[in-house]
């Protein structure tokens, strides 16, 4: 089993940046590939950024793209979304995500352990 927490969330007003953290314990999670989803109060689990385990490849939902930058290090075993130029829109509960398989998918049932959530919300 791997254990993932995440952790910075908080309040921010629009236009600012907000860095949210995720570490992973207990099983491996060096070789995991790791994403971040969101959800939204009445709407579906949304995708927001995926990194391979070794951090080269990247991808991001079209909502983020240019905004957020995801990164790792297998070191701390920690992985960062970094959101800059935030809208109220982002305002949701982010969770971390760890995929066994190594695969850079947008597909929440692709990955096998989650974090409970950081709440993260952005005033206008």
């Known amino acids: 089993q791997a254990q993932l927490v995440e952790s910075g969330g908080g309040l921010v007003q629009a236009g600012g940046s907000l860095k949210i953290s995720c570490l992973a314990s207990?099983?491996?999670?060096?070789?995991?590939?790791m994403g971040w989803f969101r959800q939204a109060p009445g709407k579906e689990r949304e995708f927001v950024a995926a990194i391979t385990w070794n951090g080269g490849t990247t991808y991001y939902g079209d909502s983020v793209k240019g905004r957020f930058a995801i990164s790792r290090d297998n070191a701390k075993t920690t992985v960062y979304l970094h959101m800059n130029s935030l809208k109220p829109e982002d305002t949701a509960v982010y969770y971390c995500?760890?995929?066994?398989?190594?695969?850079?998918?947008?597909?929440?049932?692709?990955?096998?352990?989650w974090g409970q959530g950081t709440q993260v919300t952005v005033s206008s």
């Open positions: 995500a760890a995929d066994f398989l190594g695969s850079l998918s947008y597909v929440a049932n692709d990955y096998d352990y």
């Open positions: 207990g099983r491996t999670s060096r070789t995991f590939a």
